[in-house]
């Protein structure tokens, strides 16, 4: 259950560690610890002071090198009343922009962790099935309740909610979740965004079954793709090239999964019934960009998640690097190159370079066109740079 205790297990920060509380940043990372009072389990409520005995914080503990996940910077009781209080801010805010009276969009995410000062919890909305999934052990232990209180507010536009952290609490927890409803029961649907229609399968799919993140980049492809051949890249289930087919001579394609294809295809014959003009290939990415030089005008590429740790971030840089080089080499002249990262390690700056560094070896002229980000309900936390993981950039090459 929620917790409705008031005396928490003390974490004691080293001096000097205390700065980036004090900014507001939501994490406290092991190395800043001086002492712990207590023995927590993982997932229970702490409170965090500084070397001299002064509150700072409340939050999750969580073995690791994110030790604390910031509920609160204020001395509170995170009850039923505080979550339904946060759920409900986030809820509203999706509201002021437009969601749950908009008929063309039925797809978007409800509740965005540290954007929405709730670390540890996604939620995402499918045609009136939210979608959860836990990314720490203290949201895990109160599902239950979280999916309670989203059904309260929801109400009358909700008709399940699914939990699908199975892959997504930490492999060192002692916990073994498995993906199932929480509350009610739905197929895998239609969704609209935009007015376009997507099957999505939240059970198999990859994250909760489709890459909401990308809604308004895709638009900006629709825009670029008049009369042009066009290559997606690491293509998933289709999205990019849905909207590229409003306006574009031919679409392919091209991911390693052959079942992310055919829901690709299905999605295709969903907004354009049988059009010669798309395919799609089953191929590696790196393999089908060798052999396509001058073949298309227009490339998104938008592959998975290069780096998950610091530890492997010079080996997803360069991989970014070899990844644009072969794209800059390929693509005819006058061409338009959407190509991002999703990696929260990499920093815009970071993957800027590497781009960079790609189009320097080809020794091609490329001009950037835009600099492209996530959409406004995955809102950045203004004191946790982290959250702003989306980078993207509109390249013309000459």
């Known amino acids: 259950m ?107 995410r409800l509740i965005h962790a540290e954007g929405d000062n709730l670390p540890g919890l996604i939620a995402d909305y499918y045609n009136g099935v939210v979608v959860l999934q836990m990314h720490s052990t203290g949201m895990y232990r109160i599902r239950n309740e979280i999916a309670e209180i989203i059904s309260e507010i929801l109400s009358e536009h909700l008709q399940a909610v699914y939990d699908k952290s199975e892959t997504t609490i ?75 087919m409003k306006n574009a001579r ?38 089908f960009l060798a052999g396509c030089r001058n073949r298309y005008d227009l490339m998104i590429i938008d592959p998975p998640a290069f780096a998950k740790h610091n530890d492997v971030l010079a080996n997803a840089l360069q991989g970014y690097k070899r990844l644009n080089i072969k794209a800059i080499e390929n693509i005819r002249p006058g061409g338009i190159i959407f190509t991002f990262s999703c990696s929260q390690v990499v920093s815009k700056e970071n993957f800027r370079k590497s781009v960079f560094a790609a189009a ?7 001009r950037i066109l835009h600099q492209l980000g996530q959409p406004a309900d995955h809102p950045v936390n203004i004191y946790h740079p982290e959250s702003e993981y989306l980078k993207g950039l509109v390249l013309y090459v000459e």
Not at 189 to 218: A, C, H, M, P
């Open 360 to 366: 320097a070896n080809t020794g091609r002229k490329v």
């Open 170 to 244: 930490s492999f060192k927890s002692d916990i073994r979740p498995e993906n199932g409803f929480i509350s009610g029961s739905a197929e895998p649907s239609i969704v609209l965004e935009n007015g376009y229609k997507f099957y999505v399968d939240w059970i198999t799919g990859q994250k909760t079954g489709f890459f909401i993140d990308q809604r308004e980049n895709r638009k900006l492809v629709q825009h670029y793709s008049c009369n042009r051949d066009v290559l997606n890249l690491f293509g998933y289930t289709g999205s990019f090239s849905v909207y590229a």
């Open 2 to 108: 929620i917790e409705g205790k008031q005396e928490y297990i003390r974490i004691v920060l080293k001096s000097g560690k205390d700065q980036s509380v004090r900014r507001y940043h939501p994490w406290i990372f092991s190395g800043a610890i001086k002492k712990i009072y207590g023995t927590p389990a993982e997932g229970d409520i702490v409170e965090v002071y500084d070397n001299k005995g002064e509150f700072l914080a409340t939050g999750h503990y969580q073995p690791g090198s994110i030790t604390v996940r910031i509920l609160s910077f204020e001395k509170v009781i995170p009850d039923r009343d505080f979550f339904r209080k946060m759920i409900s801010s986030a809820v509203e805010y999706r509201k002021q922009l437009g969601f749950l009276s908009d008929p063309s969009t039925n797809v978007f």
């Open 250 to 287: 031919s679409v392919d394609t091209v991911d390693s999964s052959g079942p992310a294809l055919k829901i690709a295809d299905e999605n295709i014959r969903l907004n354009y019934g049988e059009d010669s003009r798309h395919h799609s290939y089953e191929a590696d990415a790196f393999e």
